[in-house]
């Protein structure tokens, strides 16, 4: 994830708006929480009312079908956001998020987090491209697992893991199976 822009605009008093402090801090509507190992953050069906950011550590969300079917739909660590659908209307989580190594949380209201995005230009531009980008990652996870053959998604899933955590721009890498 690439680092956050910081604010030259003045708010009203004449302070900046820092979105690194922003998501580094305690304030309005936020709260921090250190999670060990294996604690759940939200659960699946819990009501969707905030907005989460991992500023250290490592969490997993899987989803649960009503057969008792788990699977893992994510591995985030930091510098994730997860809950995000809340600001769309999604009123129940829909998977289950738990700490896979100790983590330090950032739990935004979604009143804040609304309120963030909408008179903090700095954030927003921040924020829309991480959410449109993990709609991109989850499309095209989607369509490997159409498409693919084993094969092919496991050359793409080694690909993938042997560039993650790396920044910069992504590569079209295909590759060729015999």
Excluded: W
Aim: glycine share 6%; with cysteine.
């Amino acid at each position: 994830m690439s680092s956050l822009p910081k604010s030259t605009r003045k708010q009203k008093g004449g302070v900046s708006f820092d979105p690194q402090q922003f998501l580094a801090t305690v304030g309005v509507a936020r709260t921090i929480t250190q999670c060990p190992k294996d604690y759940k953050i939200f659960s699946q069906g819990d009501p969707a009312e905030s907005v989460f950011y991992i500023q250290q550590g490592r969490v997993k969300l899987k989803v649960k079908s009503k057969q008792d079917k788990e699977a893992v739909i994510a591995i985030l660590g930091a510098g994730d956001f997860l809950g995000e659908a809340c600001l769309i209307g999604q009123t129940v989580c829909l998977a289950t998020a738990t700490a896979i190594a100790p983590s330090c949380i950032l739990r935004i209201e979604k009143n804040e987090m609304l309120r963030v995005l909408h008179e903090e230009r700095t954030f927003s531009d921040f924020f829309i491209p991480y959410v449109l980008s993990r709609n991109v990652r989850a499309q095209e996870d989607l369509v490997d697992q159409l498409f693919n053959s084993s094969e092919q998604r496991l050359a793409r899933t080694l690909l993938l893991l042997a560039n993650y955590g790396k920044e910069g721009t992504p590569e079209t890498v295909v590759p060729e199976i015999n």
